[in-house]
């Protein structure tokens, strides 16, 4: 049986740090997180600070599974030499990857055509775009293929939803590629932020091109889907959160909880897809 690991790329701040506190608490698997500085031992020590424990957990259980690898996304060697470390830790022979997360981003907010700025739009696609699919070009090899029979340590539980309890996993690997609702071009309505717009519908054609091809790949024990998970308090959006209601703008460790729910509960139906933070399709 192919036993399952976590990846999530970034992890130092954000939600991608919330997230990983939170699958540290509510799994029990190995979880691999990314931050770009080479040393990583600060970003380790800031994840498991203060880091709750389960009933089932202790904190030398939460340190031992938690590995930290130095990863930029402009930088497709440092991409590749994170992959091979994690290939050597999970060998695929006897492991898999069962949650990826890819969830870099930066946004530079163009209200015209006039204020794009050529460099700030190249680095736009090169972390939001070309950062996920290198992503995906590299450890998509460490998601499981048709033959392998796959361990799922509390998988379709009853228990979903409970703060006190394992996440419910689901019983084939998920790839989830971080979008946003701007990326949808059917639901444009608004104009602006030309460069993050684009980058993220980006993204979401990339997402389904990856589900294709793992359909052919991994049949059913693997699949892509693209996320929206709200406006969140992070440094990404800190300048827009004056124009967003109040119980609209989420903290970073609800948009965790929302997105291991939301993950947690597509099946194949949803594959290739665009979810949101409450579980609805966005349409492309």
Same mark, same amino acid.
């Given at each position: +049986?192919?036993?399952?690991?976590?990846?999530?790329?970034?992890?130092?701040?954000?939600? #991608?740090?919330?997230?990983?506190?939170?699958?540290?608490?509510?799994?029990?698997?190995?979880?691999?997180?990314?931050?770009?500085?080479?040393?990583?031992?600060?970003?380790?020590?800031?994840? &498991?600070?203060?880091?709750?424990?389960?009933?089932?957990?202790?904190?030398?259980?939460?340190?031992?599974?938690?590995?930290?690898?130095?990863?930029?996304?402009?930088?497709?060697?440092?991409?590749?030499?994170?992959?091979?470390?994690?290939?050597?830790?999970?060998?695929?022979?006897?492991?898999?990857?069962?949650?990826?997360?890819?969830?870099?981003?930066?946004?530079?907010?163009?209200?015209?055509?006039?204020?794009?700025?050529?460099?700030?739009?190249?680095?736009?696609?090169?972390?939001?775009? @070309? #950062?996920?699919?290198?992503? +995906?070009?590299?450890?998509?090899?460490?998601?499981?293929?048709?033959?392998?029979?796959?361990?799922?340590?509390?998988?379709?539980?009853?228990?979903?939803?409970?703060? #006190?309890?394992?996440?419910? &996993?689901?019983?084939?690997?998920?790839?989830?590629?971080?979008?946003?609702?701007?990326?949808?071009?059917?639901?444009?309505?608004?104009?602006?932020?030309?460069?993050?717009?684009?980058?993220?519908?980006?993204?979401?054609?990339?997402?389904?091109?990856?589900?294709?091809?793992?359909?052919?790949?991994? #049949?059913?024990?693997?699949?892509?889907?693209?996320?929206?998970?709200?406006?969140?308090?992070?440094? @990404?959006?800190?300048?827009?959160?004056?124009?967003?209601?109040?119980?609209? &703008?989420?903290?970073?460790?609800?948009?965790?909880?929302? +997105?291991?729910?939301?993950?947690?509960?597509?099946?194949?139906?949803?594959?290739?897809?665009?979810?949101?933070?409450?579980?609805?399709?966005?349409?492309?």
């Amino acid at each position: +049986m192919s036993k399952p690991w976590i990846l999530v790329s970034p992890s130092s701040r954000g939600i #991608g740090y919330a997230l990983t506190r939170h699958l540290l608490q509510r799994t029990t698997l190995p979880i691999v997180a990314t931050c770009r500085s080479r040393d990583t031992s600060a970003t380790k020590a800031s994840l &498991l600070e203060q880091l709750p424990t389960l009933h089932h957990q202790d904190k030398e259980d939460q340190a031992s599974r938690l590995v930290v690898f130095p990863l930029d996304v402009t930088d497709e060697g440092s991409i590749r030499e994170a992959a091979e470390h994690a290939a050597e830790l999970f060998p695929p022979r006897t492991h898999h990857l069962h949650l990826g997360f890819a969830m870099p981003g930066i946004l530079h907010p163009e209200k015209s055509p006039a204020q794009v700025d050529a460099a700030d739009a190249e680095k736009t696609f090169h972390v939001n775009t @070309l #950062g996920p699919l290198l992503l +995906m070009k590299h450890f998509g090899e460490l998601l499981p293929r048709k033959r392998d029979e796959l361990a799922i340590p509390g998988g379709g539980g009853s228990d979903r939803g409970d703060p #006190g309890e394992l996440l419910p &996993l689901p019983r084939h690997a998920t790839w989830l590629n971080m979008s946003a609702r701007v990326g949808s071009v059917s639901d444009n309505r608004l104009g602006g932020w030309y460069s993050y717009r684009a980058s993220k519908a980006a993204v979401n054609s990339l997402t389904r091109t990856f589900d294709l091809h793992l359909q052919n790949r991994s #049949g059913a024990k693997a699949m892509a889907v693209a996320y929206h998970p709200g406006t969140v308090k992070t440094g @990404l959006s800190q300048e827009f959160w004056a124009n967003v209601k109040e119980e609209k &703008l989420f903290s970073p460790e609800f948009a965790a909880e929302k +997105m291991c729910e939301v993950v947690c509960s597509r099946e194949q139906e949803h594959r290739g897809r665009i979810w949101d933070w409450n579980g609805s399709e966005i349409m492309p």
